[in-house]
């Protein structure tokens, strides 16, 4: 069983940066696609970012593209999600989840972490 643990939220100021990360609890973490999503209040969860098992492909929302980086570090188990230029259209609970694939894009997303805050007051 994977376990996924966010980490790395808070409430922070319109153009501000946070680096949110998500642990793995198994070393097999490096064979899979990883990736976060969000939850704002009142709406759906919506993909973010996703990154392939090796870390040399990216894919993200329109939204973000420029201000958010995905990467993966396989020999610490984690992955991480730098949000700079922060906009209040930002809040939302992120979660990161592990893809029963390696590559992305992919829709097979298989374990969820529970979550982590952020805010961006304007």
């Known amino acids: 069983q994977v376990q996924l643990v966010e980490s790395g939220g808070g409430l922070v100021q319109a153009g501000d940066s946070l680096r949110l990360a998500c642990g793995s609890s198994?070393?097999?973490?490096?064979?899979?696609?990883m990736g976060w999503f969000r939850q704002a209040p009142g709406k759906e969860r919506e993909f973010v970012a996703a990154i392939s098992w090796s870390g040399s492909n990216s894919d993200y929302t329109n939204s973000v593209k420029g201000r958010f980086t995905i990467s993966k570090d396989n020999t610490k188990n984690t992955m991480y999600l730098q949000m700079n230029n922060l906009k209040p259209e930002d809040t939302a609970i992120y979660y990161c989840?592990?893809?029963?694939?390696?590559?992305?894009?992919?829709?097979?997303?298989?374990?969820w972490g529970q979550g982590t805050q952020v805010t961006v007051s304007s």
């Open positions: 198994v070393r097999t973490f490096r064979n899979y696609a």
């Open positions: 989840a592990a893809s029963s694939q390696s590559t992305v894009p992919t829709k097979a997303w298989r374990y």
